[in-house]
């Protein structure tokens, strides 16, 4: 219900872009950097699955990547998101576009599917909403849908000292 009224609201005379993706899943890829030869972890999206299924990410650190990208029914990928009308939309609630402090997402500003998330604490796990969301209008157009991220840092490097006399 939550979607097709979102659907519905696009139809508006006001409209920039009157361009409707068509999409049925989405791929959230978590990774340390967003350089495209890191490795990461995808979580998929779909609306038979309701969102991401319960998934929870983990982290080890709180300044990381992620990186949306949307498929069309048939299975490819969406290539027509122009960037002044669509980014991904992160936020810490179901229903507006908005992080609880101290948490920020930083779009990256050539490809706004992407970006930096951070403010997460050591130990923290946060509920994050992500969409498709369509800028020029203000709405989703595919999610929002909930995914875990669980940040916990790795152990300092050590390997203790060797107890000798002093």
Do not use: W
């Not at 009157?18 to 979580?43: H, L, N, Q, R, W």
């Not at 908005?98 to 500003?109: H, I, M, R, Y």
């Not at 951070?118 to 203000?138: I, R």
Request: charged share 10%; net charge negative; proline share 7%.
């Amino acid at each position: 219900m939550f979607g097709v009224a979102l659907l519905a609201s696009c139809s508006t005379s006001t409209e920039n872009s009157t361009f409707e993706p068509d999409i049925t899943k989405m791929v959230i890829t978590v990774s340390t950097t967003c350089a495209s030869t890191s490795p990461g972890t995808d979580y998929v999206a779909t609306e038979a699955s309701n969102g991401f299924g319960g998934a929870t990410a983990n982290v080890s650190t709180g300044l990381f990547c992620v990186r949306g990208s949307f498929f069309k029914p048939s299975g490819a990928i969406e290539s027509s998101l122009p960037a002044q009308d669509f980014e991904l939309g992160v936020s810490t609630s179901s229903t507006i576009q908005v992080l609880s402090t101290p948490l920020a997402f930083e779009p990256n500003g050539s490809n706004p599917l992407e970006g930096i998330l951070s403010g997460l604490e050591d130990g923290q796990e946060v509920t994050f909403y992500f969409s498709l969301y369509h800028k020029s209008q203000g709405h989703p157009d595919f999610g929002p849908y909930a995914l875990k991220i669980h940040y916990s840092a790795p152990a300092p490097p050590g390997g203790g000292g060797g107890g000798g006399d002093l």
